[in-house]
Protein backbone atom coordinates (compact mmCIF):
# COMPACT_ATOMS: atom_id res chain seq x y z
CA UNK A 1 0.00 0.00 0.00
CA UNK A 2 1.11 3.44 -0.84
CA UNK A 3 0.92 6.82 0.73
CA UNK A 4 1.21 9.80 -2.37
CA UNK A 5 1.06 13.29 -0.88
CA UNK A 6 2.34 16.51 -1.78
CA UNK A 7 1.74 19.58 -3.67
CA UNK A 8 1.85 21.02 -7.29
CA UNK A 9 2.76 24.48 -8.50
CA UNK A 10 1.68 26.74 -11.07
CA UNK A 11 -2.04 25.75 -10.94
CA UNK A 12 -4.97 28.21 -10.27
CA UNK A 13 -7.94 26.28 -9.66
CA UNK A 14 -10.92 28.62 -7.89
CA UNK A 15 -14.10 26.67 -8.42
CA UNK A 16 -15.06 23.27 -6.77
CA UNK A 17 -16.76 22.25 -10.54
CA UNK A 18 -13.37 22.79 -12.18
CA UNK A 19 -11.58 20.44 -9.00
CA UNK A 20 -14.14 17.96 -9.42
CA UNK A 21 -13.80 17.33 -12.94
CA UNK A 22 -10.08 16.98 -12.83
CA UNK A 23 -9.72 14.90 -10.17
CA UNK A 24 -12.95 12.72 -11.67
CA UNK A 25 -10.53 12.52 -15.33
CA UNK A 26 -7.13 11.54 -13.25
CA UNK A 27 -9.14 9.17 -11.05
CA UNK A 28 -10.58 7.34 -14.69
CA UNK A 29 -6.65 7.69 -15.83
CA UNK A 30 -5.33 6.01 -12.80
CA UNK A 31 -8.38 3.40 -12.75
CA UNK A 32 -9.45 4.11 -9.35
CA UNK A 33 -13.12 3.17 -8.41
CA UNK A 34 -15.25 6.44 -6.79
CA UNK A 35 -17.27 5.45 -4.36
CA UNK A 36 -18.66 8.17 -3.32
CA UNK A 37 -17.58 12.17 -3.49
CA UNK A 38 -17.65 15.30 -1.99
CA UNK A 39 -16.59 19.26 -2.12
CA UNK A 40 -16.82 22.37 -0.33
CA UNK A 41 -16.40 26.20 -1.92
CA UNK A 42 -14.53 28.58 -0.51
CA UNK A 43 -15.24 32.61 -0.79
CA UNK A 44 -14.03 34.24 -2.51
CA UNK A 45 -12.19 31.09 -3.96
CA UNK A 46 -10.70 28.19 -3.28
CA UNK A 47 -11.81 24.50 -2.89
CA UNK A 48 -11.09 21.36 -1.08
CA UNK A 49 -12.37 17.86 -2.39
CA UNK A 50 -11.83 14.33 -1.83
CA UNK A 51 -12.72 11.33 -3.88
CA UNK A 52 -13.70 8.09 -1.71
CA UNK A 53 -12.16 5.81 -3.44
CA UNK A 54 -12.80 1.27 -3.62
CA UNK A 55 -8.72 1.37 -2.76
CA UNK A 56 -8.82 4.53 -0.10
CA UNK A 57 -8.79 7.99 -1.26
CA UNK A 58 -7.49 11.23 -3.38
CA UNK A 59 -8.36 14.61 -1.82
CA UNK A 60 -7.19 17.92 -2.99
CA UNK A 61 -7.14 21.44 -1.27
CA UNK A 62 -6.54 24.74 -3.62
CA UNK A 63 -4.66 27.62 -2.89
CA UNK A 64 -5.72 30.03 -6.10
CA UNK A 65 -3.76 32.90 -4.23
CA UNK A 66 -0.53 30.87 -4.56
CA UNK A 67 -0.89 28.87 -7.65
CA UNK A 68 -0.82 25.43 -5.16
CA UNK A 69 -2.96 22.32 -5.08
CA UNK A 70 -2.25 20.18 -2.35
CA UNK A 71 -2.55 16.48 -2.46
CA UNK A 72 -3.00 12.99 -0.93
CA UNK A 73 -3.47 9.91 -2.34
CA UNK A 74 -3.92 6.91 -0.29
CA UNK A 75 -4.45 3.17 -2.20
CA UNK A 76 -4.32 -0.26 -1.46
CA UNK A 77 -4.27 -1.60 -5.12
CA UNK A 78 -0.91 -3.70 -5.47
CA UNK A 79 -1.06 -2.33 -8.96
CA UNK A 80 -0.58 1.52 -8.12
CA UNK A 81 2.07 2.93 -9.11
CA UNK A 82 2.79 6.25 -6.91
CA UNK A 83 5.47 7.53 -9.64
CA UNK A 84 2.81 7.40 -12.72
CA UNK A 85 0.15 8.54 -10.37
CA UNK A 86 2.11 11.80 -9.57
CA UNK A 87 2.71 12.56 -13.31
CA UNK A 88 -0.91 11.91 -14.52
CA UNK A 89 -1.67 14.47 -11.67
CA UNK A 90 0.28 16.76 -12.88
CA UNK A 91 -0.81 16.37 -16.72
CA UNK A 92 -4.55 16.45 -15.91
CA UNK A 93 -3.99 19.63 -13.52
CA UNK A 94 -1.96 21.57 -16.12
CA UNK A 95 0.73 21.87 -13.19
CA UNK A 96 4.37 23.68 -14.21
CA UNK A 97 6.49 21.15 -11.52
CA UNK A 98 5.42 19.38 -8.45
CA UNK A 99 6.96 17.66 -4.96
CA UNK A 100 5.84 14.37 -3.97
CA UNK A 101 6.47 11.65 -0.90
CA UNK A 102 5.59 7.99 -1.26
CA UNK A 103 5.05 6.08 1.84
CA UNK A 104 4.55 3.11 1.91
CA UNK A 105 1.89 1.53 4.46
CA UNK A 106 2.78 -1.96 6.53
CA UNK A 107 -0.27 -4.40 5.42
CA UNK A 108 0.12 -6.18 8.76
CA UNK A 109 1.01 -5.20 12.29
CA UNK A 110 4.32 -7.02 11.52
CA UNK A 111 5.83 -4.96 8.75
CA UNK A 112 8.33 -2.29 9.94
CA UNK A 113 7.96 1.43 8.41
CA UNK A 114 10.06 2.05 5.37
CA UNK A 115 11.59 5.27 5.23
CA UNK A 116 9.53 7.36 3.20
CA UNK A 117 10.28 8.08 -0.42
CA UNK A 118 10.86 11.86 -2.11
CA UNK A 119 9.57 12.27 -5.74
CA UNK A 120 10.91 15.28 -7.11
CA UNK A 121 9.41 15.74 -10.79
CA UNK A 122 10.89 18.68 -13.04
Known amino acids: MAHLIGHINGVIIERSENLQAIMIKVADVCNFHVVTQAFHQF?????????????????????????????????????????????????????????????????????EFPEKQSLITP
Open 43 to 111: EPVGTTGVLVLAESHFSAHTYPENKMVYIDVFCCSKDFDPSACSLVIEREFGASSGSWQVIQRPVNDRA
